[in-house]
């Protein structure tokens, strides 16, 4: 008889409980993984031990009370820590001096950054940044549906198809001669069509998942639809 194949669950840890690292573990815990919820305040503690494996209160800026939970046997820390940048970089050495493999900041600014990366974070995200940006994009154009920033110079976007290009294929566009780009998926309604043949039609309101230098984007979204 074949076993049956499980889902590994990783073993994830968050350190600070605010608005972003709260959701960061109940969205962990919901997926199904491990999670330990830290934070110095034991009233956020209590609030996520019901979305959490564990929930312990500490000052993750000392070493001892780290090691001694054991924070070197988990994959993936999240430094979620608010306003306190110095506890946050504090906290960041000691968990790369644990030797934690994946250490993910949130950074407040570009300082605390640059601060960040010469002290060997893994990934430094900017969630108010991130989210700014999106909603910039969707507030100026409204065939934007989504938009991540891959890099200075290259994104992914959601667009919504219009009547301008109801029937036109991969084929009739020509995005990448004409363009440089790439559509990579095509959703219609919650159907999603990924790498579409060349000759699968696009209808209006199909939701077009596009790559590209950012020039190119905008040149796509401003002649095409």
């Keep these: ?15 600070g409980l605010g608005r972003f690292g709260g959701s960061v573990c109940r969205e962990l815990h919901n997926m199904g993984h491990e999670v330990m919820a830290i934070d110095i305040d034991q009233d956020k503690v209590d609030q996520y031990s019901r979305f959490s494996t564990h929930a312990v209160q500490l000052d993750s800026t000392d070493e001892r009370q780290l090691h001694g939970i054991g924070i070197r046997n988990f994959e993936h820390v999240v430094v979620a820590i ?17 030797g934690v493999s994946q250490v993910w900041v949130k950074a407040q600014n570009m ?17 108010e940044f ?5 909603i910039a994009h969707n507030i100026v154009s409204d065939k934007v549906i989504d938009y991540i920033d891959l890099s200075d110079d290259y ?17 009739s ?48 979204e401003d002649t095409e639809l």
């Design 1 to 15: 008889m074949r076993k049956k194949k499980t889902r590994h669950k990783n073993q994830y840890a968050v350190i």
């Design 82 to 98: 608010g306003d306190n940048i110095q506890a946050s970089i504090l906290t960041t050495l000691v968990l790369k001096d644990e």
């Design 111 to 127: 300082y605390h950054q640059k601060v960040l990366d010469k002290i060997g974070a893994d990934v430094v995200v900017h969630p």
């Design 130 to 134: 991130d989210m700014g940006k999106r």
């Design 155 to 171: 994104s992914i976007i959601e667009l919504r198809a219009s009547d301008k290009i109801d029937g036109e294929t991969l084929m």
């Design 173 to 220: 566009l020509q995005l990448r001669a004409k363009y440089g780009i790439t559509l990579l998926a095509i959703k219609d309604g919650e159907a999603m069509n990924i790498s579409p043949k060349p000759d699968e039609p696009i209808r209006t309101g199909n939701i077009l998942l596009v790559i590209g230098h950012n020039n190119d984007l905008e040149r796509f």
